[in-house]
């Protein structure tokens, strides 16, 4: 089964040996369809992630997010 992937870098799905290397691409995904709405994909998560009320934007010592604590 084919593999997609999304690059980042010239905004195109790829696939097969001749890719751009993991730093500039997202996947893999399973279909072509899925490869073109990473960056859609990403933004959701990112807002999902961003308003998820066990977590907040304080960091530790550490400079790792601090997980909030039930009240």
């Given at each position: ?8 870098k010239?905004?195109?799905v ?5 890719i751009?290397p993991p730093i ?10 899925e490869a ?36």
């Amino acid at each position: 089964m084919a593999k997609y992937w999304f690059c980042v870098k010239h905004h195109a799905v790829e696939t097969g040996p001749d890719i751009c290397p993991p730093i500039d691409r997202l996947g893999p995904y399973d279909s072509v369809a899925e490869a073109e709405r990473a960056l859609e994909k990403a933004q959701e998560r990112n807002e999902e992630w961003d308003n998820d009320p066990e977590w907040s934007d304080e960091t530790d010592w550490a400079g790792l997010p601090k997980r909030r604590r039930p009240e």
